[in-house]
C-alpha cells in the first residue's frame, strides 16, 4: 500500500479513501459528481452546507504559528495584490505594500502563510482562474489576461500543473450548464434528499 499525504482523497477505481471524516465528505461529493454529475453534486453541496470542492492536500491543514501582536505582517501587501491580479506584480511592489525589504518581507511572508510570494501569487491567480471559467462565457483569451497570467498558454500551462486539467476541460466539467440544470430535475428533490441523506451518513 501506498500513502499520499498530498491529497484530501484518492479515487483507485474500487478503493477509495479520504485523509480524515471531513474529507470523506470530499470523496462523498466526488462520488456524487462521477455518478450524477456536477450539478447534482454542487446542489447536494448547497443542502448540507459544504464547498462542492475543495482545492490542495493536507498540507494546507498543517497548524502554523500567528504572528505575535505588534509585528509586522504581510496583510495589506495580500490584500493589494489580490486587487491587482490582472497586472504585471514582482516581489518588490508586495515589499513596498509594507515598507520591508524584499528580503525581509519574502522571509515573512513564508513564515506566515507557508509558501514563498512567488508561489502563493500564482496560486491567487489560479484560483481566479477557475472561478471566471466556472461562472462566466469569457474566451479562454480573456480569462488568461484578467487572472494575470497574459496568454492563454500561461493559463493552460499554470492550470495544469495546479490540478492536472486544462481551461476548457475545466470549464466543461465545473461550468453549471442548462444540461446541468436538467439533469438536476430530472433527479428531483426526493433523490437530491435522498443523496445528501447518503453523503451525511456515510
Known sequence: MRVDADVLFVDDGDVLTSAGVAAG???????VRRDHGTGVANEVARRTVV????DGGQAQYVARPLPQDGTHTT???????????????????LAEQEAMSVRTFTRRFRDEVGVSPGQWLVRQRVERARHLLESTDLPVDRVARDAGFGTAQSLR????????????SYRRTFRVTGADVTDTEAVGVAGVAGVVEAVTAS
Open 157 to 168: 500551462t499554470h492550470l495544469m500543473t495546479a490540478i492536472g486539467v486544462t481551461p476548457t
Open 75 to 93: 496583510t495589506a501587501a495580500r490584500a493589494w495584490a489580490l486587487a491587482h491580479l490582472h497586472e504585471p506584480i514582482q516581489l518588490r511592489d
Open 25 to 31: 465528505i470530499d470523496l462523498c461529493l466526488h462520488l
Open 51 to 54: 464547498p462542492p470542492h475543495r
